[in-house]
């Protein structure tokens, strides 16, 4: 899809070194749009995605993408071609995980890193897992999370996992 160069788009100042998609849309950073592949991505009839690219090749902003996306965030899409293609904006629970804290850790200091990553994840969701297996009691407990609170129908509940 072509887009007609403007010059409010020239005088934007490039979002170097800016990898969050809310803060390159929300501080008026020049964006390369690329919402209908996030679009056509999410709505694919693949049950799984693997996305290889190389290093400083946008995988953080991608997430980050997704993660607004699937977050619901609406108001970050105003202009772009994602605005036109989404009909029904839902907000789902995301889960996070920043693995670039794990980079040479052995197992144990891996198992304590999700541990507290998902403990963090509960709290925000309201969800009281305390004293059981973290991910086990997250999934046991997933029927904590009702539409009216998260501001979605409960028929149409989903988690994404993103992570990079």
Same mark, same amino acid.
């Given at each position: ?6 010059m @409010? $788009? *020239?005088?934007?100042l490039y ?8 803060k +390159? ?22 049950k799984y995605m693997?996305l290889s690219?190389p290093?400083?090749?946008?995988k ?10 699937f977050?619901?965030? @609406? $108001? *970050?899409?105003r202009?772009?071609?994602m605005?036109?293609?989404?009909k029904?904006? +839902? ?13 040479h ?31 086990r009691a997250y999934?046991?407990q ?10 979605m129908k409960s028929?149409k509940?989903?988690?994404?996992l993103?992570?990079?």
């Amino acid at each position: 899809m072509k887009k007609k160069v403007v010059m @409010e $788009d *020239l005088q934007r100042l490039y979002p170097i070194g800016i990898q969050t998609f809310s803060k +390159i849309r929300e501080g008026n950073f020049l964006y390369v749009d690329k919402t209908e592949y996030v679009y056509r991505m999410t709505h694919s009839s693949s049950k799984y995605m693997f996305l290889s690219r190389p290093r400083r090749f946008g995988k953080s902003l991608l997430t980050s993408t997704l993660h607004s996306y699937f977050s619901g965030r @609406e $108001d *970050l899409f105003r202009g772009l071609a994602m605005e036109k293609l989404e009909k029904e904006w +839902i907000q789902y629970p995301v889960l996070h995980f920043d693995m670039s804290m794990a980079k040479h850790v052995d197992k144990d200091k891996l198992m304590n890193l999700l541990d507290f990553m998902l403990t963090e994840h509960e709290r925000t969701l309201g969800i009281d897992a305390a004293g059981t297996d973290p991910a086990r009691a997250y999934l046991s407990q997933s029927k904590q999370l009702k539409g009216d609170k998260i501001g979605m129908k409960s028929s149409k509940l989903g988690i994404r996992l993103l992570y990079y």
